[in-house]
C-alpha cells in the first residue's frame, strides 16, 4: 500500500487529498470564509437549562447557541446518570470544547472534558485517564507504549493521557517532545481562561493543512506534495518541530499542471457527488443522502455472470463492498447508513461479503459500527460524524426542487393553473386572465392542451392570455388578472 497526500492551497480554500495506490481515498476542504471549529475551546455562558433532555445550551459567542449534554459536564461520568440541574446553572462561565461542528440548523455540540491533540498522544487536563488507541492491537506493544508514557511523564503532571494510533512503535523521546508541547499548550491556555471574557477563543485548532500533517501522515505515506510555495515553507517548518520524522517526505509542487489534476482528483470529486457509482463488472451502486440517514443500493446492472446467478450477485456484492467503504471515507457520509446488498441465498457468501466491507473500512480514520446482515441482505453500520459531507460542503439543494430531485411535469403544472384560473374566476369578475409561465408549459397548453385551454375558456367566458417568461423554471408561473 503505498499513499500520498496532495495540499493544495489558495486565499481561498486549502484542499487536502489522500491518495492510495494512485486512487483517491478521501478529501478534506476548509475554507477561508467557512472553517471549522472543531477542536476550539471557548469560554461561553449557560443559555438555557433543558432538564427534560439533560442538556443545556451554551453561548460561545456564534450565530446560534451550542448544545452541551449532561454526560459531557464534569467530572466525566463513564455512563453513569448525571442531571444537568446538578452540575450547571444559568448564567454560569463554562470553559467548553466544540466536538462537531453546527450541522444544518443544528448548533455546535460541546464538551466540558476538554483535550488538546499532539502527534502522538491527546492530552486530558481534567483527567487521569491513561489510554491507547484501540487500533493498535498488539497487546505487547500496547503494554510498551503504557511504560513508555508513565515514565516520560512522572510525577508532576496533572493530566491525563491518551497514546494515538500513530504512536505505535515509537521511542520515548518523541513521547517526550509531545507531553513538552502539550504543557506549554495547556499553560498558555491557562493563562486565556483566567483573563478572556465570555465568548472569547481560548484555543483554536490548527488549520487544515497543518492538521493535514500531524493527523493524516502514516508509515507507508511516501510524499506529502505542496503546491504552495510559501506554505511549503511553513509546513517543513512545522514539520521540523512538531512531527520531524516527516520532515523530509514534505515537496514542494511547483508545476504548472493543477496537483489535483495531475493525479485526476478534479474527476473523482465531481463523480463523487453523483447518485450512482459505477462498478467495474457492470453493476453500480446508488447513494442518497436524506436528513435521517444515507441509503446505498446495490445493483447488477449488465452485470450477468459467467456461471449462475448465485455467482453473479455474490461478485457483485463483493466489489461493491470494496466501492461503498471508499465512498463512504471519500464523501464523509455519516451518521445512520443503511446499505441494500443484493439478496443472496448462501449463508457464507452473505458472510465473506460483510467480512470484505469490514475489511475495506478498517483503514477508515473515522469510527465505523458495522452490524451483522439481515436476512433481506441489509447492513446497517454507523459512521461518526464530526463535519458537513463533501456535498452540503460543495452543494446546496436545488432552488428549483427544493432538494426534492425531481420536478413537477409540464402536464402537472398546466392542470394546476386550469384550477388557478378556476378558483379565480369564482372569486374575482375579471376581464381576463394572463397566464405567465415557462416556455415548455406554454407549449402544452398551445399544442396536447388546447382542447382543454379552450374549453376552460368558454366555461368562464373569458379570454386567457398566453405569456412566456424565459427566466422561468418549470413549475413556475403566474396567473395576472385582465
Not at 451554551?58 to 461520568?77: C, K, M, N, S, Y
Not at 491533540?117 to 487536563?125: C, D, G, M, S
Not at 450512482?276 to 455472470?305: C, H, R
Amino acid at each position: 500500500m503505498s499513499e500520498e497526500i496532495l495540499i493544495n492551497v489558495t486565499p481561498q480554500e486549502t484542499r487536502v487529498a489522500v491518495v492510495e495506490n494512485g486512487v483517491l481515498q478521501e478529501l478534506h476542504i476548509e475554507r477561508a470564509r467557512a472553517r471549522g471549529i472543531v477542536g476550539n475551546i471557548y469560554k461561553g455562558k449557560v443559555a438555557r437549562i433543558l432538564p427534560g433532555m439533560q442538556a443545556a445550551f451554551v453561548d460561545i459567542g456564534g450565530p446560534r447557541a451550542a448544545f452541551l449534554h449532561a454526560a459531557e459536564t464534569l467530572p466525566a461520568t463513564n455512563g453513569s446518570e448525571v442531571r444537568i440541574s446538578e452540575r450547571l446553572r444559568e448564567g454560569e462561565e463554562v470553559v467548553v470544547q466544540v466536538m462537531k461542528d453546527p450541522l444544518g440548523t443544528k448548533g455546535a455540540r460541546l464538551t466540558m472534558q476538554l483535550t488538546l491533540p499532539a502527534r502522538y498522544l491527546v492530552y486530558l487536563p481534567y483527567s487521569k485517564h491513561i489510554g491507547v488507541s484501540q487500533r493498535i492491537g498488539d497487546d505487547v506493544e500496547r503494554e510498551r507504549l503504557r511504560n513508555l508514557l508513565l515514565t516520560a511523564i512522572g510525577d508532576d503532571d496533572a493530566g491525563g493521557y491518551i497514546l494515538r494510533t500513530l504512536a505505535e512503535t515509537v521511542a520515548e523521546d518523541e513521547i517526550g517532545q509531545d507531553i513538552r508541547y502539550l504543557r506549554r499548550c495547556w499553560a498558555a491556555c491557562q493563562e486565556r481562561i483566567r483573563s478572556a471574557g465570555v465568548g472569547s477563543l481560548i484555543h483554536e485548532e490548527l488549520p487544515l493543512a497543518l492538521r493535514a500533517l500531524r493527523d493524516l501522515v502514516r508509515d507507508e505515506t511516501e510524499k506529502i506534495r505542496i503546491d504552495s510555495r510559501e506554505f511549503y515553507a511553513k509546513a517543513r517548518e512545522f514539520a521540523q518541530e512538531f512531527v520531524p520524522e516527516i520532515h523530509d517526505r514534505i515537496d514542494h509542487y511547483p508545476g504548472e499542471r493543477p496537483i489535483f489534476d495531475l493525479y485526476s482528483v478534479e474527476d473523482e470529486i465531481q463523480k463523487a457527488l453523483t447518485r450512482k457509482v459505477p462498478l467495474k463488472s457492470g453493476g453500480y451502486v446508488v447513494i442518497d443522502q436524506t436528513e435521517a440517514m444515507t441509503t446505498v443500493d446495490v445493483n447488477t446492472g449488465t452485470y450477468v455472470g459467467k456461471h449462475n446467478l448465485e455467482e453473479t450477485l455474490f461478485k457483485t456484492n463483493l466489489e461493491a463492498a470494496q466501492a461503498i467503504a471508499r465512498q463512504l471515507r471519500l464523501r464523509n457520509l455519516g451518521g445512520m447508513i443503511l446499505i441494500d446488498f443484493i439478496d443472496m441465498t448462501d449463508a457464507e457468501h452473505q458472510r465473506q461479503v460483510l467480512r470484505a466491507l469490514e475489511r475495506a473500512l478498517a483503514r477508515d480514520r473515522t469510527k465505523v459500527h458495522v452490524s451483522e446482515m439481515s436476512p433481506l441482505g441489509l447492513v446497517e453500520l454507523t459512521r461518526k460524524r464530526t463535519r458537513e459531507s463533501l456535498e452540503h460542503v460543495l452543494c446546496q439543494p436545488c432552488p428549483i426542487c427544493q432538494g426534492r430531485g425531481v420536478l413537477k411535469t409540464p402536464q402537472t403544472v398546466c392542470y394546476e393553473i386550469f384550477r388557478e384560473i378556476l378558483r379565480e374566476a369564482r372569486q374575482f369578475g375579471a376581464a381576463g386572465y394572463t397566464v405567465v409561465a415557462s416556455q415548455a408549459v406554454v407549449d402544452l397548453l398551445m399544442d396536447e392542451e388546447a382542447t382543454s385551454f379552450l374549453g376552460l375558456q368558454e366555461f368562464i367566458r373569458r379570454p386567457i392570455q398566453l405569456k412566456v417568461e424565459p427566466t422561468y423554471h418549470q413549475e413556475q408561473y403566474d396567473v395576472v388578472l385582465m
